[in-house]
Structures are given as C-alpha cells and as structure tokens.
C-alpha cells in the first residue's frame, strides 16, 4: 500500500565505501527526484527525472550518480562516500502536471563515519 | 530565481491558540506555492498549494493559507492549534508543471518547527 517507498531505512557506513538507495513508486507518476536534507532540516534538490529522462541536475559532486530502469524506480548510487554525505534522503514522485505537489518518501537516513 | 523565506525558525503556541507561520517568496515566474508538513522521524506531507487559482487556500487538518502577491507572502493559519500540529513546516515555491514547461522543482524555506503547549 506504500505510495513511495524507500530501502533501506538507515544505512551507516564508512568513509571511502560505495552504497545505493534504492526508491520505487506505485502512484503511477512520471516523475521521480532526490532530496537531501541536512542536519539542520534544509531541504534541496539533487536530481529529476520525468519518464526515466533527467530533467534536473542540480550541482552535486558526481559521486552521486541517478539511475532510473523505469518510471517506477528511481537509485541513488554514491561512490567514495564522505563525512559530508551525512544527511536524510528523500525520494519523491508526481504526476508532471500538479506545478510542485509531489509525495515523498520515509526517508534514507545515511550516517558516514 | 526562486527562494523562500520562513521568519521564525520556532514557533511555539498554546493548544487552542491561533498558529501562524510566515513564508514570503521571490520569483521571478508567477509561483506555485505550497506548505509541507514533516512529523519526526517521517517524509514530507503536502498540506495545501496555490496554483494561481483562488487566493486564499484550504488545506488538510483545518490549516488554510492565503496568497498575497502584493506582499509576496504565502502565511499559513490555523485558528485553533492541536497537539498533534507539532511539527516541522516547510514552505516551497516551483516554477510550475512540467506539462507547461515548468520544472516542478521545489526550492524550500528552511522550515518553521512548531511546537504546541498543553
């Protein structure tokens, strides 16, 4: 029943290792993204995508790399994490025509020691 | 360029008090404009959005918001505040739908966290 659901809940790790996070959707929406959040709540986008095409990209180190089989699925894979990849992850979809009303996900919280 | 600003980064009120949480905007594109909750430890619930409809909006949870373009404001009210409003609120704009060329990227405010007092 989980509109989009997120794996794995927690994931600690170390400096160094590669780790994904993976995001399914059952809404039927075309678009999926990434957010981070940071200890202090902030919350910005990383990446977009709209029927498995990247739309938005923003300046993130290319250690984060998207990757999206099908509409359903959008993974996050992070290479050589850092101390600074800390953070809560979010995964989000949409249906591409609500201007901004998208449903997120639980979260993936990664802690990098 | 698009930002959100939230004045006050806590706010706390009694049960039963009026809850008001401030959120002005920048942008350049007339906004989409929307009000997120987080309860802890969970994911972002959308409360209400303004998509150039009318200007004052009704959400979930008995929270409304109105539009104010000349004030470039999007404030969130509720008149009676429960316990279980305790929460971390975001305000975001976007540039609109995909559909319409827009990207439906959020840009955030950094959040306003609500607490309620027995």
């Known amino acids: 029943d989980t509109a989009v659901s997120q794996t794995p809940k927690y994931l600690v790790t170390q400096m160094g290792n590669d780790k994904s996070i993976k995001c399914e959707q059952n809404?039927?929406?075309?678009?999926m993204y990434w957010y981070k959040q940071d200890s202090k709540k902030f919350l910005k986008i990383m990446f977009s995508?709209?029927?498995?095409?990247?739309?938005i990209n923003e300046t993130v180190p290319n250690r984060f790399s998207p990757k999206s089989p099908d509409k359903a699925h959008l993974n996050l894979h992070i290479n050589s994490l850092e101390l600074g990849d800390s953070a809560v992850y979010f995964c989000?979809?949409?249906?591409?025509?609500?201007?901004?009303?998208?449903?997120f996900g639980p979260g993936t919280r990664l802690t990098v020691t | 360029a698009q930002s959100v600003t939230q004045l006050g980064s806590h706010v706390s009120v009694s049960e039963g008090a009026l809850v008001l949480l401030r959120c002005n905007y920048s942008?350049?594109?007339?906004?989409?404009l929307f009000w997120y909750v987080q309860y802890p430890n969970q994911g972002l619930q959308l409360l209400l959005k303004?998509?150039?409809?009318?200007?004052l909006v009704k959400g979930i949870n008995g929270f409304e918001a109105e539009f104010k373009k000349s004030e470039t404001s999007f404030h969130l009210t509720k008149p009676s505040a429960h316990m279980s409003d305790a929460a971390e609120y975001f305000c975001?704009?976007?540039?609109?739908?995909?559909?319409?060329?827009?990207?439906?990227?959020?840009?955030f405010g950094k959040g306003t966290k609500l607490t309620v007092n027995p």
């Open positions: 989000a979809s949409s249906q591409g025509y609500g201007g901004g009303e998208q449903y």
């Open positions: 809404l039927g929406h075309d678009t």
């Open positions: 995508y709209n029927n498995k095409e990247l739309i």
């Open positions: 942008s350049s594109v007339p906004p989409y």
């Open positions: 303004y998509t150039s409809a009318a200007t």
């Open positions: 975001a704009v976007s540039d609109g739908p995909i559909t319409q060329g827009g990207s439906e990227k959020l840009v």
